[in-house]
């Protein structure tokens, strides 16, 4: 096919005016819109990448925050809010963000008491994970025993100073006891492993490539993961890379810092 040399111009004259014979070729077009998307293909990334930094920083402002109100709670009653407990179940979930919790905190952080009817979306902007309202998934309140939303946090003190039937603290150290007194992780992004929910799949929102996965519609393998931020006790909030964090199953009983499931039917593992 022969490519035509035509030249293009305008009712109202050419590039040099009326009567100029002004215009462009087919070729300049097809030169000027592949420089167009050279530029495009450039840029996108760039913005992208800026745009997951400028969540990643909203999201550690908010996990300060969060535990900054955790603190002044202990401080006031001389210990932390209590675990999400599942009633139904007798189990401790950190990633149950249940009514109780958030108004435990409401009066720090001086945001309306939440309701049961809420859904992800109404719910106070700070208890949320920025990347987790970009999720469709499980938006309406989930009530089995107590009513709860997965919001993008996890909530870690007093795992085993309550009752729970079967939550298994591996990392003892890591999660802040009842009264304080020791460095803990009060809050954390979500970074877990699950088969309670179907195919076992990994649990995380910071992703490299902007896909998230969450419980139950998650992915096999943690090639997307970019890391999780993790709120401490003592007000530091950490980023860790992924590299930083092993997921490899055949380590989970010694990497893992918190378990819960039934034995020869499910598990849900949490690193924090």
Known sequence: MTISNRRFTSRGGGRGGAGGGGGFTLIELLVVVGIIAILLGILLPTVAGARRSAARTHCASNLRQLAAATVMYLNERKTYPAAPCDPALG????????????????????????????????????????????????????????????????????????PNAHGVLLQPKRAPRARGGTRGVLLADPVGWSNQLGPATYVFFHTRRGNTHFNGIGAAD??????????????????????????TPANFETTASYKIGVPGNYWTYYWF
């Not at 979930?93 to 905190?105: E, I, K, S, T």
């Not at 943690?222 to 997921?247: K, M, P």
Request: proline letters at 7%; hydrophobic letters at 35%; glycine letters at 6%.
């Open 91 to 162: 189990d401790v979930y950190p990633g149950h963000m249940q009514v109780r919790l958030l108004n435990d905190l409401a009066p720090y952080l001086k945001y309306r008491e939440v309701k049961a009817t809420d859904t992800l979306h109404t719910l106070p902007p700070i208890v949320k994970c920025p990347v987790r309202e970009e999720i469709a998934f499980y938006v309406d309140p989930i009530t089995i025993g107590a009513t709860f939303w997965f919001t993008g946090y996890d909530y870690y003190p007093r795992l085993d100073e309550q």
């Open 222 to 247: 943690t090639t997307s993961l970019a890391g999780q931020h993790r709120a401490w006790s003592d007000g530091s909030v950490e980023w860790l890379n992924a590299s930083d964090i092993d997921l």
